[in-house]
């Protein structure tokens, strides 16, 4: 049962901490996709990646954010330093090749406190 | 930019009943893809459905049927016969059938309709 996984489930950290999220996307998909959930903003396109290279970041705050993928099965979301506003769900979802290929698999998200 | 609308922000349907879910959408694209995905309380995204613009049939899933108005940007969720498992937030979103990157591939989202089944 092929899924997108995604770690830790759940992070409480302090404000100025950094904070690191994993994600395994599934095998064999080539395109990588970072979202954040707020209540208010909603979900939110942060950064994507096709075949490991980053296409557009450009939902990205620059300062404090970095996405990277050391390889094909993990991708990462970095913060430093948080802060109580990145507050939220991060989702990761990957895809397969392709404009006709266009649905998108999600993990199972990373909801991250900032005290 | 593309933008989605969800003028909804709850609706609430007796179970086995039929609930009719609303969402517009502004593009100057002409081909693109749209989508209704729910997230239960776990908080796992899971796609419903999914409707090709260039398709003029509806898309339909079981229960699952959307009311897809090119012209008017509309793209409405069906559900019938209600069931408790249904109730979750419901997002649209929109997706570029262009993959250019600058962000084409991502999906637009609506601010969400949370459904409450009544039993």
């Known amino acids: 049962d092929a899924r997108v996984t995604q770690t830790p489930r759940d992070k409480v950290t302090e404000m100025g901490q950094e904070v690191t999220m994993r994600c395994q996307p599934i095998?064999?998909?080539?395109?990588v996709f970072w979202y954040r959930q707020t209540m208010m903003q909603g979900l939110e396109l942060l950064a994507y990646f096709r075949n490991r290279a980053p296409l557009d970041d450009s939902g990205m705050p620059k300062d404090r954010f970095s996405a990277e993928m050391p390889d094909a099965t993990l991708a990462t979301l970095k913060i430093q330093p948080s802060e109580p506003r990145d507050s939220a769900v991060y989702f990761c979802?990957?895809?397969?090749?392709?404009?006709?290929?266009?649905?998108?698999?999600f993990g199972p998200g990373t909801r991250l406190t900032v005290l | 930019a593309q933008t989605v609308t969800q003028s909804q922000p709850e609706m609430s349907v007796q179970e086995a009943e039929t609930v009719t879910l609303s969402c517009t959408y502004d593009?100057?694209?002409?081909?693109?893809?749209l989508f209704w995905y729910k997230q239960p309380p776990s908080r796992q995204m899971i796609l419903v459905i999914r409707q090709e613009a260039y398709k003029q049939q509806n898309a339909t899933e079981n229960r699952f049927s959307v009311n897809f108005q090119k012209a008017a940007k509309s793209f409405s969720l069906k559900i019938s016969d209600s069931q408790l498992g249904d109730a979750a937030m419901y997002f649209c979103a929109y997706r570029s059938a262009v993959a250019s990157g600058g962000g084409a591939d991502g999906l637009t989202f609506g601010k969400g309709t949370h459904l409450i089944i009544q039993p």
């Open positions: 095998l064999g998909h080539n395109t």
């Open positions: 979802a990957s895809g397969g090749d392709g404009p006709s290929v266009s649905e998108q698999f």
């Open positions: 593009t100057s694209e002409s081909d693109y893809y």
